[in-house]
C-alpha cells in the first residue's frame, strides 16, 4: 500500500514488458519531487558501458545534487538518480558507482525483463494505480 511518501510507478520497456516500482520520497527529497514533477516522460535507454551492471536513462534535466543520505552503494532493484551525469538508472546488480547518487526508490517486480533489452530502447516511466 502507498503511503504519502511512496508513489507507484510503472516503466514500459517498449516491446518487452513492464516494471513496476515506487518512488520514496524520504529517500532524496528533491530529486524525487523532481522525478515526480517530469511524470510522465519518455526517454531512451541503454546499459552501463562494457557491462550490464545497470540501466540508465540519461538526459533527465533534473540538475538537483547531493543530498545528506548520498552513498557511491547501491543494491539490485534499486532505482537512482546520478547528479553528476544527470542520469536516472535501475540497477541490476550491486555495484559501487565512482560519485554519490541519490536513491529515490525502487524497482518492486519484473527486474529481469530489462536484460532482453537493447541499448537504444524507448523507456516510458509513468505513476500507476493499484490495480
Known amino acids: ?66 543530498n545528506p543520505k548520498s552513498s557511491n552503494i547501491a543494491k539490485k532493484g534499486d532505482l537512482i538518480y546520478n547528479p553528476k551525469t544527470d542520469e536516472l538508472i535501475i540497477v541490476l546488480e550491486d555495484i559501487k558507482m565512482e560519485n554519490k547518487i541519490n536513491k529515490i526508490g525502487e524497482i518492486t517486480d519484473n527486474l529481469e525483463l530489462i536484460i532482453h533489452a537493447r541499448n537504444g530502447l524507448n523507456t516510458k516511466i509513468s505513476r500507476r494505480t493499484l490495480e
Open 1 to 66: 500500500m502507498s503511503s504519502s511518501q511512496e508513489y507507484l510507478i510503472k516503466i514500459d520497456l517498449f516491446g518487452i514488458g513492464r516494471l513496476h516500482g515506487q518512488i520514496i520520497r524520504h529517500l532524496a527529497p528533491l530529486s524525487a519531487d523532481a522525478v515526480l514533477d517530469k511524470l510522465p516522460f519518455v526517454l531512451r535507454g541503454r546499459f552501463s558501458f562494457g557491462s550490464k551492471s545497470y540501466w540508465t536513462l540519461p538526459g533527465m534535466e533534473l540538475y538537483k545534487g547531493p
